[in-house]
């Protein structure tokens, strides 16, 4: 009720303000003989910016905070609103065998562990994932790996997983190296709706082999193939229930190109806010990308090689 009221009394200040200055610019112009069409267009939008405050803030006054209610009611998200009370349930009617998977994370950082998870107890096999590396033994997507749930992964390092190795020289696990910076750009252009790209990273080295080469000015580069995932899955810090997201330092690494790679998009994040609490040009992932949301206000962000001092 307390905000109800501040943001009520703001919006007011506002139309005060506003309707003070427009007067006065009004009377001045209409002295001078001016057109004074302008300034009742400018006082007509700015009059409708404020008749949608006070619906918002009824609107929020009447139905509560969903940020933090629907974690706990389970309710189904409508309309805009894009949260879901659980991983799982964020994840229900997406998963099928055989997807592709677009999965942020460097390491252990940033990667979306509830996701991960609920992945994994969904049951889906024969899954390709495009992600940077494949967690650790027990962890992150290494549990995947544990399970047998992955047939092939789009990698560019992989040397911490012991039986991602095991996998891989059995011949269990396909494998596609991918140079880093080559793979953080195939999922940006497959979101861009850019189906493939020239590079000369990987000339001359396995990388290129069996792919399509071409000269511009003098230099061969090889065609790379953009990735469009059938679902992305992402860890943010904060979100809104549109899903705007905004990540936190390196935990963005690989976070924003596989959200915008993915057909479906869901996204992991410690902090729920109401829509149009972040600002706007704090925003990484607008929320056109985004398709569901889910609060994971304590991840465990487990260190992948500690290190200490003696």
């Not at 007011?12 to 002295?31: H, I, P, Q, T, W």
């Not at 009370?85 to 997406?94: E, F, I, S, T």
């Not at 995932?229 to 190109?257: E, M, Q, S």
Request: glycine share 12%.
């Amino acid at each position: 009720m307390a905000m109800r009221t501040a943001r009520v009394a703001a919006l007011n200040k506002m139309s005060e303000a506003a309707d003070g200055f427009l007067g006065g610019a009004g009377r001045a112009v209409e002295d001078e003989g001016e057109d004074m069409e302008p300034f009742a267009d400018v006082k007509s939008r700015f009059d409708s910016y404020i008749r949608w405050g006070r619906r918002r803030v009824n609107m929020i006054s009447a139905h509560g905070r969903s940020g933090a209610r629907m974690s706990t009611e389970g309710a189904k998200p409508t309309g805009l609103n894009k949260l879901y009370p659980d991983a799982r349930a964020a994840l229900d009617g997406l998963v099928r065998d055989g997807m592709l998977l677009a999965i942020g994370g460097f390491g252990l950082c940033g990667i979306p562990e509830a996701l991960i998870l609920a992945l994994r107890d969904t049951g889906a096999r024969d899954l390709t994932i495009a992600s940077n590396n494949a967690g650790v033994d027990g962890w992150g997507l290494g549990l995947l790996l544990e399970s047998r749930q992955v047939k092939k992964m789009i990698s560019s390092y992989v040397g911490e997983n012991v039986e991602f190795e095991r996998q891989f020289l059995s011949g269990e696990l396909e494998v596609e190296f991918c140079p880093q910076g080559t793979l953080a750009e195939r999922m940006r252009a497959g979101g861009a709706g850019i189906p493939g790209f020239y590079t000369r990273t990987g000339i001359g080295t396995v990388v290129a082999e069996g792919k399509e080469h071409k000269e511009f000015d003098g230099i061969t580069y090889i065609l790379e193939r953009g990735i469009r995932a059938d679902l992305a899955l992402v860890k943010a810090w904060k979100a809104d229930t549109h899903g705007n997201l905004i990540y936190r330092r390196t935990a963005r690494n690989f976070n924003p190109d596989a959200a915008t790679s993915g057909k479906i998009t869901v996204a992991e994040a410690e902090i729920i806010v109401e829509a149009g609490e972040l600002d706007p040009d704090e925003i990484h992932t607008p929320g056109i990308f985004v398709h569901r949301v889910v609060q994971n206000a304590t991840p465990e962000k487990r260190i992948e090689k500690r290190t200490v001092r003696h």
